[in-house]
């Protein structure tokens, strides 16, 4: 079995998968620090409720966009579970080819989200991921990650909404009943949800034009995805393990090598 993690900027999500199936997965908070003890301890918790033992973890595999996060998550993988993780970044065998002006700059959610998509869908691809932000990215049918968008999520423009207009509450973000909304709840729910779905729609169909591939298939993931996704005929397939299996794949693509970690210290970050 192997175990994956994909630091987010809300959640850090953990899966196991024994193969190619996804047996176990849970969530932490990432909006706090943590000691690289106090997430070794949780880490080993949540395993033993999903009942996974600790020494059937072979190897392990990092996705962040958190780098502030990581000496300690580090630290806890290679104290408490006793392996030193993958960390996706430069160095990393992903089998596709950054095709963008910089590709230094494409984070790792992106290339996770990429490698999963042309793996297990083909190219080409476009892969939407609704999380903190709303990311686009395409990949053809070379394998090659060539054009990525980023919109506030709907999350951010829900808080936006109450944080910055005195006179609005913070809401849950669901499908309202209708567009016609006739009170405040449902009103901010159906400018956010249909505004999202707005977006959604004008974003792929302009992709796909500008793109000239007409035909490449929508895959979406993300926690938010699925209310999206089922009211979005331009999305093809709802896929809420993506990122996780996208990791899967890598450590696959890179387990005959050594892992290569990097100096995660941070003068600010626990151990």
């Not at 070794?40 to 966009?65: C, D, F, R, W």
């Not at 993506?242 to 090598?257: A, P």
């Amino acid at each position: 079995m192997i175990l994956v993690i994909d630091v987010g900027n809300t959640n850090i999500t953990c899966g196991v998968f024994s193969g190619e199936k996804l047996v176990s997965s849970f969530r932490m908070t990432t909006g706090f620090a943590r000691t690289s003890d106090e997430y070794g301890i949780e880490i080993l918790s949540m395993l033993e409720i999903n009942g996974v033992a600790k020494t059937a973890i072979e190897g392990a595999m990092i996705a962040s966009v958190v780098p502030k996060v990581m000496h300690a998550l580090v630290n806890a993988i290679v104290k408490y579970i006793g392996k030193k993780p993958y960390i996706v970044g430069p160095g990393i065998k992903t089998g596709i080819k950054i095709a963008t002006d910089n590709p230094r700059e494409v984070g790792p959610d992106l290339i996770v989200d990429a490698v999963a998509g042309y793996e297990i869908y083909g190219g080409p691809v476009l892969v939407i991921d609704f999380g903190t932000a709303t990311t686009y990215i395409m990949v053809n049918d070379k394998g090659e990650l060539f054009t990525g968008i980023f919109s506030p999520g709907i999350r951010i423009s829900a808080k936006a909404l109450w944080e910055d207009a005195a006179k609005l509450p913070e809401i849950e973000i669901a499908k309202p009943a209708g567009i016609l909304a006739k009170e405040t709840i449902s009103s901010m729910q159906a400018g956010l949800y249909y505004g999202q779905i707005g977006q959604t729609k004008y974003i792929v169909n302009e992709m796909k034009k500008a793109s000239g591939f007409p035909n490449a298939k929508v895959i979406a993931t993300g926690g938010l995805g699925r209310i999206v996704a089922d009211d979005t005929e331009e999305i093809d397939v709802y896929d809420p393990n993506l990122t996780l299996r996208g990791l899967q794949i890598l450590y696959n693509k890179n387990r005959r090598s050594k892992p290569q970690l990097k100096e995660f210290a941070d003068e600010n970050t626990p151990e």
